[in-house]
Protein backbone atom coordinates (compact mmCIF):
# COMPACT_ATOMS: atom_id res chain seq x y z
CA UNK A 1 0.00 0.00 0.00
CA UNK A 2 1.01 3.61 -1.13
CA UNK A 3 0.81 6.52 0.81
CA UNK A 4 0.51 5.21 4.61
CA UNK A 5 2.09 5.97 7.58
CA UNK A 6 3.16 3.69 9.86
CA UNK A 7 3.10 5.94 13.54
CA UNK A 8 4.63 4.68 16.72
CA UNK A 9 2.07 5.27 19.12
CA UNK A 10 4.98 5.71 21.81
CA UNK A 11 6.16 8.84 20.19
CA UNK A 12 3.64 10.25 17.93
CA UNK A 13 2.05 13.35 19.35
CA UNK A 14 -2.01 13.96 20.41
CA UNK A 15 -3.56 17.84 19.46
CA UNK A 16 -7.31 17.99 20.92
CA UNK A 17 -9.32 20.52 19.70
CA UNK A 18 -9.92 23.78 21.53
CA UNK A 19 -13.37 22.41 22.75
CA UNK A 20 -11.75 19.47 23.93
CA UNK A 21 -9.20 21.84 25.11
CA UNK A 22 -11.79 24.22 26.61
CA UNK A 23 -13.27 21.25 28.63
CA UNK A 24 -10.30 19.63 30.09
CA UNK A 25 -9.83 23.48 31.60
CA UNK A 26 -13.53 23.40 32.82
CA UNK A 27 -12.97 19.73 34.35
CA UNK A 28 -9.69 21.20 36.01
CA UNK A 29 -11.04 24.29 37.75
CA UNK A 30 -13.87 21.81 39.22
CA UNK A 31 -12.04 19.11 40.33
CA UNK A 32 -8.91 21.56 41.81
CA UNK A 33 -8.13 21.13 45.25
CA UNK A 34 -10.19 18.22 45.41
CA UNK A 35 -8.54 15.66 47.75
CA UNK A 36 -10.52 12.58 46.04
CA UNK A 37 -8.35 13.54 43.01
CA UNK A 38 -4.84 12.12 42.88
CA UNK A 39 -2.05 15.07 42.54
CA UNK A 40 -0.37 13.63 39.87
CA UNK A 41 -3.70 13.44 37.42
CA UNK A 42 -4.66 16.67 38.68
CA UNK A 43 -1.38 17.95 37.19
CA UNK A 44 -1.57 15.68 34.30
CA UNK A 45 -5.01 17.67 33.73
CA UNK A 46 -3.51 21.00 33.77
CA UNK A 47 -1.26 20.43 31.20
CA UNK A 48 -3.34 18.98 28.79
CA UNK A 49 -5.81 21.84 29.55
CA UNK A 50 -3.03 23.94 28.64
CA UNK A 51 -3.79 22.98 24.25
CA UNK A 52 -0.03 22.03 24.48
CA UNK A 53 0.55 18.43 22.18
CA UNK A 54 0.65 15.18 24.26
CA UNK A 55 3.25 12.81 23.67
CA UNK A 56 2.50 9.12 22.96
CA UNK A 57 -0.46 7.92 22.23
CA UNK A 58 -0.76 4.72 24.00
CA UNK A 59 0.04 7.17 27.42
CA UNK A 60 -3.59 9.47 26.11
CA UNK A 61 -5.35 6.67 26.61
CA UNK A 62 -4.33 5.75 29.42
CA UNK A 63 -4.17 9.32 30.86
CA UNK A 64 -8.06 9.85 29.65
CA UNK A 65 -9.05 6.48 31.59
CA UNK A 66 -6.82 7.58 34.84
CA UNK A 67 -8.76 11.25 34.66
CA UNK A 68 -12.33 9.85 33.66
CA UNK A 69 -12.29 7.48 37.06
CA UNK A 70 -10.19 10.04 39.35
CA UNK A 71 -12.83 12.11 38.32
CA UNK A 72 -16.18 9.97 39.21
CA UNK A 73 -13.75 9.18 42.44
CA UNK A 74 -13.92 12.88 43.41
CA UNK A 75 -17.61 13.00 42.17
CA UNK A 76 -18.55 9.74 44.31
CA UNK A 77 -17.16 11.50 47.22
CA UNK A 78 -18.26 14.95 46.44
CA UNK A 79 -21.69 14.45 45.02
CA UNK A 80 -20.54 17.07 42.11
CA UNK A 81 -22.52 16.74 39.32
CA UNK A 82 -20.93 19.89 37.40
CA UNK A 83 -18.05 18.07 37.53
CA UNK A 84 -20.05 14.91 35.75
CA UNK A 85 -21.92 16.59 33.40
CA UNK A 86 -18.24 18.57 32.67
CA UNK A 87 -16.55 15.13 32.44
CA UNK A 88 -19.89 14.20 29.98
CA UNK A 89 -19.25 17.12 27.89
CA UNK A 90 -15.61 16.27 27.60
CA UNK A 91 -16.50 12.81 26.42
CA UNK A 92 -18.93 13.61 23.74
CA UNK A 93 -16.29 16.05 22.22
CA UNK A 94 -13.75 13.45 22.45
CA UNK A 95 -16.30 11.18 20.49
CA UNK A 96 -16.98 13.96 17.80
CA UNK A 97 -19.80 14.67 18.98
CA UNK A 98 -19.70 18.42 19.80
CA UNK A 99 -19.25 21.09 17.50
CA UNK A 100 -16.18 20.14 16.21
CA UNK A 101 -16.05 16.82 14.21
CA UNK A 102 -12.22 16.28 14.27
CA UNK A 103 -11.39 16.55 17.79
CA UNK A 104 -8.17 14.80 17.79
CA UNK A 105 -5.10 15.30 15.53
CA UNK A 106 -2.03 12.69 15.42
CA UNK A 107 0.88 14.61 14.94
CA UNK A 108 3.51 11.51 13.93
CA UNK A 109 7.02 11.58 15.08
CA UNK A 110 9.89 12.95 13.24
CA UNK A 111 11.06 10.09 11.95
CA UNK A 112 7.78 8.65 10.73
CA UNK A 113 7.52 8.06 7.06
CA UNK A 114 5.57 7.12 3.91
CA UNK A 115 5.60 2.91 3.08
Same mark, same amino acid.
Given at each position: ????? &???AKTAKIKFS???VKSLGR????V???AHYSPEL? &? +??? %???SGRPISGVSMALTEMALITRETMKHV +?? /?? %?????? /??G???SALMG??? %?? +??VSVLPSPRTRAR
Open positions: MTGLL &KIDQEVLEALHGSL &K +NLQ %DWA +NA /TG %DTRAEE /TLELILGL %DP +NP
